[in-house]
Nanobody, 124 residues
Framework: QVQLVASGGGLVQAGDSLRLSCAAS????????MGWFRQAPGKEREFVAA????????VYADSVKGRFTISRDNAKSTVYLQMNSLKPEDTAVYYC?????????????????WGQGTQVTVSS
């Protein structure tokens, strides 16, 4: 079992930055692919970014490419999502997720473990 706790959300203005963190416990996430997803009110959960444990280039949704950066610190069992140039449409609950395997999947159902979510609100 892997337990994930996301943190770092908040209320910011358009153009500001936030860094989300996802701390894992229970099992080492060294061999897990980690992802970030988000869900806005009335919308389905959507992919944001993912990073495989074997390295290689992270994968990003087109809507965040160039603004968000996903990274991981396996020694700290923590994954980060640096969000720059935030827009009101980035407002959502952000979830971190983990899946066993090397593929940085974009489909939520392929992830086995989920954190509780952290709210990000961007005002215009």
């Amino acid at each position: 079992q892997v337990q994930l706790v996301a943190s770092g959300g908040g209320l910011v203005q358009a153009g500001d930055s936030l860094r989300l963190s996802c701390a894992a416990s229970g099992r080492t996430i060294t061999t897990y692919t980690m992802g970030w997803f988000r869900q806005a009110p009335g919308k389905e959960r959507e992919f944001v970014a993912a990073i495989s444990w074997i390295g290689g280039n992270p994968v990003y949704a087109d809507s965040v490419k160039g603004r968000f950066t996903i990274s991981r610190d396996n020694a700290k069992s923590t994954v980060y999502l640096q969000m720059n140039s935030l827009k009101p449409e980035d407002t959502a609950v952000y979830y971190c997720a983990a899946r066993k395997g090397t593929i940085a999947a974009v489909t939520p159902s392929l992830y086995e473990y989920w954190g509780q979510g952290t709210q990000v609100t961007v005002s215009s």
